[in-house]
C-alpha cells in the first residue's frame, strides 16, 4: 500500500512542528539575570586537571577569583530561601 499525498502531508508537517517545538532547547544558555555569576565569579589560575582520591583542596576564594563579599552575600540569601520554605 502506498502512502497517499494527504499522509505524505501529515508526516512532513508533523516533522516541522516537532522541529520548531525543539528550536527554542538549542538557544544558548544566559547567565542567570537575578544572580549573575559575573557577579561573584573572577578568573582564577588554571591548576590542571582535578579529581580529588584522598582530600578535596581548600583554598580562600579571593585565592581563586571569587569576591568574598558576594560569596557571603549569596550565601545569606541562600539561608533565607531555606528558613522561609523550611518548617
Given at each position: 500500500?502506498?502512502p497517499?499525498?494527504?499522509?505524505?502531508?501529515?508526516?512532513?508537517?508533523?516533522?516541522?512542528?516537532?522541529?520548531?517545538?525543539?528550536?527554542?532547547?538549542?538557544?544558548?544558555?544566559?547567565?542567570?539575570?537575578?544572580?549573575?555569576?559575573?557577579?561573584?565569579?573572577a578568573?582564577?589560575?588554571?591548576?590542571?586537571?582535578?579529581?580529588?582520591?584522598?582530600?578535596?583542596?581548600?583554598?580562600?576564594?579571593k585565592?581563586?577569583?571569587?569576591?568574598?563579599?558576594?560569596?557571603?552575600?549569596?550565601?545569606?540569601?541562600?539561608?533565607?530561601?531555606?528558613?522561609?520554605?523550611?518548617?
Amino acid at each position: 500500500m502506498k502512502p497517499t499525498k494527504t499522509i505524505k502531508l501529515m508526516i512532513l508537517l508533523l516533522t516541522a512542528m516537532l522541529l520548531l517545538l525543539h528550536l527554542p532547547g538549542c538557544e544558548e544558555y544566559d547567565d542567570d539575570p537575578v544572580f549573575p555569576a559575573s557577579d561573584f565569579i573572577a578568573t582564577g589560575d588554571y591548576q590542571g586537571a582535578y579529581w580529588p582520591t584522598e582530600a578535596w583542596r581548600t583554598c580562600e576564594p579571593k585565592e581563586v577569583g571569587m569576591d568574598p563579599k558576594k560569596l557571603k552575600e549569596l550565601n545569606a540569601e541562600i539561608r533565607l530561601l531555606l528558613e522561609m520554605h523550611i518548617d
